[in-house]
């Protein structure tokens, strides 16, 4: 069985300060981690993937996420967050050898504050 | 140009009516998903689809049922509508390393 879990339900951070969305996963096969951003009322939209190689991932709008097996972590970074990142996160994993059916974390709330 | 899309965007009805939400992908992609968000915002997988055959049927009750026309579209038909099928309905597309999702169908049962 796989699950992810989100540890964090609400991150509020003040705007350009650094943020980090923890995640962590159980597998019992090799895994394909993704993060996903969600603005109200709408879908979802991918913000970067880790497929195989450098365990350090860069996606869209400055976030960042690192691989780090032991852990069976992917954690979520931004060094500086504005206003418009304020969105739910969702930490998503596929195992095995297919990407298929994706299994979500609960979600994390960012809220940038002024 | 929309990559995935569904509709109806808002779907209001009663309890025990029948619905359908219509899904459509224009990405030539073979694998499509339906994915129920709950209230407390939790993403499930729900049915995938392989080239118009499912593979993937997550225990989900058999008031829902997936039919594909074509790998081009996914649709989603509830019969017999509970309360608590009230969520948020995603469909999606699987590009080999990334699932395009839609926008999203609330569905509100009264």
């Known amino acids: 069985a796989q699950s992810v879990t989100q540890l964090d339900s609400q991150v509020p951070v003040f705007e350009e300060a650094p943020v980090e969305l923890r995640c962590n996963y159980s597998?019992?096969?090799?895994?394909?981690l993704f993060w996903y951003v969600q603005y109200p009322n709408q879908g979802l939209q991918l913000l970067l993937k880790?497929?195989?190689?450098?365990?350090l991932v860069k996606g869209i709008n400055g976030f960042e996420a690192e691989f780090n097996k032991s852990q069976t972590s992917f954690h979520l970074r931004k060094p500086s967050v504005h206003i418009s990142d304020t969105a739910e996160y969702f930490c998503?994993?596929?195992?095995?050898?297919?990407?298929?059916?994706?299994?979500f974390g609960q979600g994390t709330i960012l809220t940038v504050h002024p | 140009d929309t990559a995935v899309s569904q509709t109806p965007k808002y779907l209001v009805t009663q309890m025990g009516n029948d619905k359908s939400i219509k899904c459509e992908q224009n990405l030539g992609h073979d694998t499509m998903y339906w994915y129920k968000q709950d209230s407390k915002k939790f993403l499930k997988i729900m049915f995938s689809y392989n080239n118009k055959e499912l593979i993937i049927n997550e225990t989900v009750p058999n008031r829902f049922s997936p039919k594909s026309p074509d790998k081009a579209h996914l649709n989603l038909h509830i019969n017999s509508l509970e309360l608590g099928d009230s969520a948020v309905y995603f469909c999606?597309?699987?590009?080999?390393?990334?699932?395009?999702f839609g926008p999203g169908t609330r569905l509100t049962v009264l």
């Open positions: 880790y497929l195989s190689g450098s365990t």
């Open positions: 998503g994993l596929a195992g095995g050898t297919s990407y298929g059916k994706l299994t």
């Open positions: 999606a597309s699987n590009g080999g390393a990334e699932q395009f």
């Open positions: 597998s019992s096969v090799s895994v394909y």
